[in-house]
């Protein structure tokens, strides 16, 4: 024989004007639905620099990524590195010293994975945005490195750069004094930064683009480019 027993032995934590809100709350509660992601142009960097700059109007911060390379031997590390640039055929640009982990790495084993996380609220809804490339890391001339130097990466990158010149420990109280010396100089005297020898740039060619796409509640949506052999793009569109 069963018996009735109340809600609130259940929950004791919880008053009846609680329980009442929640039945209430979960009562009218939507179905899920698929948040869809819309396309626009079959090129993938169409895509890329809209979610970026949806991003940035919000407030987001969208302008890096997780880069993973790994050794010959199959060792993995990631760190976050700043976007410089993304090119029309969807490569992604970056900026690096060359003795740095993440280029011996390269070096060894140009094959790289990159997430780029958008996370922003729009009117009252919680987005998450996912961009994950897959690709080889290619060295860029230094012609063009210098250019990225000169008119892309800011000041205080420039300032960075020019004062680790290797990879060693540094003073805290030496380093911020060089570089208040150095920024003094380039807004008073209009002093102008040479690039270093180590800086190298890189770009990555993606073999695969990944867009995962959820809106608060909803279910997510994904659309997955691949680099077909004649160098156009298919596109799978696919629920997570």
């Not at 979960?26 to 960097?45: C, D």
């Amino acid at each position: 024989m069963f018996t009735r027993v109340s809600l609130t032995v259940f929950l004791p934590h919880l008053t009846l004007v609680q329980l009442f809100k929640m039945f209430l709350r979960f009562g009218s509660r939507q179905p899920y639905r698929i948040s869809r992601i819309e396309l626009k142009s079959s090129n993938p960097a169409c895509l890329l620099l809209e979610w970026l700059e949806q991003a940035e109007k919000r407030g987001a911060k969208a302008r890096a990524m997780n880069l993973a390379t790994a050794t010959k031997n199959g060792e993995v590390s990631s760190r976050h590195v700043a976007i410089s640039e993304i090119t029309d055929d969807a490569s992604i640009v970056f900026t690096s010293q060359n003795y740095t982990s993440k280029i011996t790495n390269i070096e060894e084993n140009p094959q790289v994975a990159a997430t780029i996380l958008l996370q922003y609220e729009d009117s009252g809804v919680n987005i998450l945005k996912q961009i994950v490339l897959t690709g080889k890391a290619v060295k860029l001339p230094h012609e063009t490195c210098k250019e990225y130097f000169t008119k892309v990466i800011t000041v205080s990158q420039q300032i960075r750069y020019v004062l680790t010149k290797k990879s060693e420990w540094v003073d805290c109280d030496e380093f911020n004094e060089a570089h208040d010396t150095l920024l003094t100089d380039i807004s008073t005297k209009g002093t102008k930064l040479e690039m270093p020898d180590t800086l190298v740039a890189y770009k990555i060619v993606p073999h695969t683009l990944d867009f995962y796409y959820m809106s608060q509640h909803n279910i997510g949506d994904r659309l997955v480019f691949t680099r077909t052999n004649d160098n156009q793009w298919k596109c799978v569109r696919k629920l997570t």
